[in-house]
C-alpha cells in the first residue's frame, strides 16, 4: 500500500530563516510527488511537482525540493522565508491504481514564520 | 490549467439540514473529486464524480450522506445531509489532469461548513 509521511506536525521558524519541510514516501508502483500550499482561509495552491528527469525540482514563491529515490523521500526547502510563506503544507503522491491514478496526502505541516 | 468555482464559500447551518455545495469547472473533465478536511487535519477523498454515472464513494462515506450529482462535464454539487457538529468542516472541490508530461490536482476555494 502507498503512504504519505510528513515528520513535522509543526514548524516554527524566524523570518530570513531556511526551513525544511520533510515528506517521505512508501509504494510498490512508480510515484509522482507534489508539494501544496494552503494560506489562511484559501484553497490549495501547487507549489511544485515531480515526475520525472531532474530530481531538483524549483516552484513558486522560492521553494524547491528534492526527490531521493533511494530514501524515498521528496523534502520541501527555501533558503530564506518571509512572514507570507506562513501556511498549512501538504506533501502528496499520485500513482496508477487499475485504470485511475489515486492521489494521497500526508497529513500537513504549519510553517508558522515568526518576526 | 483548470479555473474551479465553488459556492457557497461558506455556511452555518443548524443541525438535521441539508447543505448543497456547487462546483464548476472552466473546461470539460472526466471526473470530479469531492474531499473533506476537518480542523487541522489533511485531506480525505470522500467520492470521485463521474459523468453520466453513479459517483464512487470511499471508505467511511456513503451515498445516502454525501450524494452527489455529475450532470455534465463540468459542474458537480455535494450535499451533505442531515448535518450534525462533527461534519463541521471544510469541503473542497478538485479536479486532475494527467499526462505524460505534466499532471496536477486543482482546487476550488473550499466551502467551510459550521453547523450548529
Known amino acids: 500500500a502507498q503512504s504519505v509521511t510528513q515528520l513535522d506536525s509543526q514548524v516554527p521558524v524566524f523570518e530570513e530563516a531556511p526551513v525544511e519541510l520533510r515528506c517521505n514516501y512508501s509504494?510498490?508502483?512508480?510515484?509522482?510527488l507534489f508539494w501544496y500550499v494552503q494560506y489562511p482561509n484559501q484553497g490549495l495552491q501547487l507549489l511544485l511537482k515531480?515526475?520525472?528527469?531532474s530530481t531538483l525540482v524549483k516552484g513558486i514563491n522560492g521553494f524547491e525540493a528534492e526527490f531521493n529515490k533511494s530514501q524515498t523521500s521528496f523534502h520541501l526547502r527555501k533558503p530564506s522565508v518571509h512572514i507570507s510563506d506562513t501556511a498549512e503544507y501538504f506533501c502528496?503522491?499520485?500513482?496508477?491504481?487499475?485504470?485511475?491514478?489515486?492521489?494521497?496526502w500526508g497529513l500537513g505541516t504549519s510553517l508558522a514564520v515568526n518576526p | 490549467s483548470a479555473v474551479i468555482s465553488q459556492k457557497p464559500s461558506r455556511d452555518i447551518c443548524q443541525r438535521g439540514t441539508s447543505l448543497t455545495i456547487q462546483c464548476q469547472v472552466d473546461?470539460?473533465?472526466?471526473?470530479m473529486f469531492w474531499y473533506r478536511q476537518q480542523p487541522g487535519q489533511s485531506l480525505t477523498l470522500i467520492a470521485t464524480a463521474n459523468q453520466g454515472s453513479e459517483a464512487t464513494y470511499e471508505s467511511g462515506f456513503v451515498i445516502d450522506k454525501f450524494p452527489i450529482s455529475r450532470p455534465n462535464l463540468t459542474f458537480s454539487t455535494l450535499t451533505v445531509s442531515n448535518m450534525s457538529p462533527e461534519d463541521s468542516s471544510i469541503y473542497l472541490c478538485?479536479?486532475?489532469?494527467?499526462?505524460?508530461?505534466?499532471?496536477?490536482?486543482?482546487f476550488g476555494q473550499g466551502t467551510r461548513l459550521t453547523v450548529v
Open positions: 502528496a503522491v499520485s500513482y496508477n491504481a487499475g485504470n485511475n491514478r489515486k492521489l494521497i
Open positions: 478538485s479536479v486532475e489532469r494527467f499526462g505524460e508530461l505534466n499532471t496536477e490536482a486543482f
Open positions: 473546461s470539460q473533465v472526466t471526473m
Open positions: 515531480y515526475l520525472s528527469g
Open positions: 509504494s510498490s508502483v512508480s510515484v509522482y
